[in-house]
């Protein structure tokens, strides 16, 4: 094992500053990213764990929130000319009120519910599935008696962390749009931190007139009969679609929409923000720990040097030992952060932690710490031996 | 046990300085620290440099070793005609390849252990692995460490200690020991089994040992010993070692 590393090891209460402040420059960073980009997730987990391996938009569309997504109606039967298609539908949805009814008379005006304390009128996302059995819009980890249980007319489900927003158990009635629906069940998984999702079937948004009737319809969801062909076959339709459409895959699209969070100029100013604020605490504090533990070792340097091994070396071991410092960083980071990530899922805020930005923000971390340590490269000079001799 | 070799012709010169003058500065005024000192030592002798504190031997092995410059004078050392004529990088691998350090204070690494304090030297010296492992507990065995190779600083006595920092000098086979009061932060047992070991260096391996120290029962162990005072050499006696001095009190 190197001397960097050892005295790490053995020294590592004197490196714990510098770790955490590494830590939590990458927290911050990794928290308020992800926060982001699970914000984006809420909206569209339902479609991203759809059992859809392909996806048609119009061809300027960059992902699928915001931008131009739907189609024509007759890219339907357009698309199943590609023998590898199974299934094709259409994706649909809405928004509206939700009012619960628990325990309180639908006819009273808002203010006197208020007065009672009444859960208050939401305003909701609403996604669809097909309740047809194995159908292209049904998230996989739906089981089949939440999807029988949507079958029924007039029936949604709410994701657990919507419950109490919405003042809804299972079971209980509700008013969407004014029409009463019953909620018949109950996901886990699906939270959304901005918005509360309701799920209905197809035929449900129909009869509430919210359904896509006319010649233009919503983004569509493609299933095809080998999923791992989905690349191919993707770029098979997009050819097909000779420039009226292009074909995503479930992966890019997804990649995609966690990017589309970052069009935003305000998110890019408070993400930019903490990075800026993460790197300079980061390195201030990094920088201040390391050069205090080199001054603390400063004799054995010396000593070292007077035996005859060069500056050149010492600033070696600096660099090596502020790698390390950079990594453990990056190590109590990543596990801060999914700390925290599990106390947030558990109050409906979803931190997504793609592995791209654990690399990014990791990689940054040690490039922190790295400048750190040329930082307090300065005080090797005063590992003169000859101070020993007195 | 000798498994390191010997070096030069016992009585060759090994190193040899001429007019040799360093000043401090102090406030406006200089200090004179060494007032033209010449100054040589011998493979195989145990050259004691003594004299009460501020006499400037400290100051006179730095500049013998190539770690502060003197203003004047020239330095020769083994096959260097002049150590302070080549660049500092040159000095250092000079040193690394020749010179020996020990100091008063340890100056160990607390978290290396006793093994890996010597290997880590040799490595820079670009040993191999194994072979700076195998040379390293040679080492420390030769100066009785040999059941303490795993032990880290904190839990070693300060002759131990010493002894890690002398094994850790001598594993590199230098042709010229610098010693800095080796055995004043020691007690009497201790201190004793250090200057032996210096003793050995210089009869057994042929190592130039330059020891500066101010505890006159030392002079015991050496074959010449030089006194110097205010910057000036003020006698310079050989004397016949007596390996079997005893400074411990019993």
């Not at chain 1, 109606?73 to 000319?81: D, E, K, Q, S, V």
Request: charged fraction near 20%; charge should be positive; proline fraction near 4%.
């Amino acid at each position: 094992m190197s001397l960097a590393l050892s005295t790490l090891l053995y020294e590592w209460r004197r490196y714990m500053a510098a770790v955490m402040a590494l830590a939590l420059s990458g927290l911050l960073v990794l928290a308020m990213t992800g926060v982001f980009i699970g914000i984006g997730k809420g909206f569209t987990a339902t479609i991203e764990r759809s059992g859809a391996d392909i996806m048609i938009m119009q061809p300027g569309a960059t992902s699928l929130i915001g931008g131009p997504s739907g189609v024509p109606r007759r890219f339907i039967p357009l698309a199943y000319r590609h023998p590898e298609v199974v299934e094709v539908k259409p994706l649909d949805g809405a928004g509206g009120s939700f009012q619960s009814i628990r325990g309180y008379d639908p006819t009273m005006s808002q203010a006197e519910r208020a007065k009672t304390k009444a859960p208050r009128r939401e305003f909701v996302q609403t996604v669809i599935i097909d309740t047809t059995p194995g159908s292209v819009t049904i998230p996989r980890d739906y089981s089949q008696e939440l999807v029988d249980a949507l079958r029924q007319p007039y029936t949604v489900a709410v994701d657990e962390t919507a419950l109490t927003k919405l003042g809804v158990k299972l079971g209980d009635r509700a008013l969407y749009n004014g029409r009463t629906v019953t909620v018949v069940g109950v996901t886990r998984g699906y939270p959304n931190m901005m918005q509360s999702t309701i799920v209905m079937s197809r035929d449900t948004l129909r009869m509430v007139g919210q359904s896509d009737e006319g010649s233009r319809v919503g983004p569509l969801m493609i299933k095809i009969s080998d999923p791992a062909r989905a690349q191919v076959v993707a770029a098979q339709l997009t050819a097909m679609g000779d420039g009226q459409w292009k074909a995503w895959t479930r992966q890019e699209l997804a990649d995609a929409n966690a990017g589309a969070m970052f069009e935003e100029g305000i998110l890019v100013i408070i993400i930019g923000g903490c990075v800026v604020l993460g790197t300079i605490i980061g390195v201030a504090i990094t920088w201040q720990t390391l050069r205090g533990a080199i001054m603390a070792n400063i004799k054995e340097f010396a000593s070292l040097r007077a035996l005859g091994v060069g500056m050149g070396s010492l600033r070696r071991i600096v660099m090596e030992l502020s790698f390390w410092v950079g990594l453990v960083g990056v190590a109590a980071a990543i596990g801060l952060t999914m700390l925290v990530q599990w106390f947030a899922l558990s109050n409906a805020v979803i931190i997504s932690l793609p592995p791209i930005l654990l690399i990014v923000v990791g990689g940054g971390l040690i490039i922190i710490a790295m400048l750190s340590g040329l930082l307090s490269m300065g005080v090797l000079k005063n590992s003169q031996p000859a101070d020993l001799l007195r | 046990m000798n498994a390191t070799k010997t070096h030069g012709k016992h009585g060759d010169f090994a190193i040899e300085a001429k007019g040799l003058v360093k000043r401090f500065k102090s406030g406006k005024a200089f200090i004179e620290v060494l007032k033209n000192v010449d100054f040589d030592a011998r493979h195989g002798d145990l050259t004691m440099v003594m004299g009460p504190s501020g006499s400037g031997k400290s100051t006179l092995i730095a500049a013998l070793s190539g770690l502060l410059r003197p203003e004047e004078g020239k330095v020769s050392a083994l096959d260097v005609d002049n150590l302070w004529k080549m660049s500092s990088g040159k000095i250092d691998k000079f040193r690394l390849d020749h010179c020996g350090f020990i100091f008063q204070g340890f100056n160990l690494f607390p978290a290396l252990s006793a093994l890996q304090q010597v290997e880590i030297v040799l490595k820079f010296q670009g040993l191999s692995k194994s072979d700076a492992r195998k040379q390293a507990m040679i080492t420390l065995k030769e100066v009785g460490l040999g059941h303490r190779l795993h032990q880290r600083p904190s839990i070693l006595s300060g002759g131990e200690k010493q002894r890690v920092a002398i094994a850790r000098a001598l594993a590199k086979n230098p042709q010229i020991l610098f010693a800095d009061e080796p055995t004043s932060a020691l007690d009497g047992e201790n201190g004793q089994i250090v200057i032996q070991l210096l003793r050995r260096a210089a009869t057994q391996h042929g190592a130039a040992v330059i020891c500066v120290t101010h505890d006159p029962r030392l002079e015991a162990w050496a074959d010449r010993v030089i006194k110097i005072e205010d910057g000036i050499i003020i006698s310079d006696e050989r004397r016949v070692p007596d390996p079997n001095a005893a400074l411990a009190h019993h």
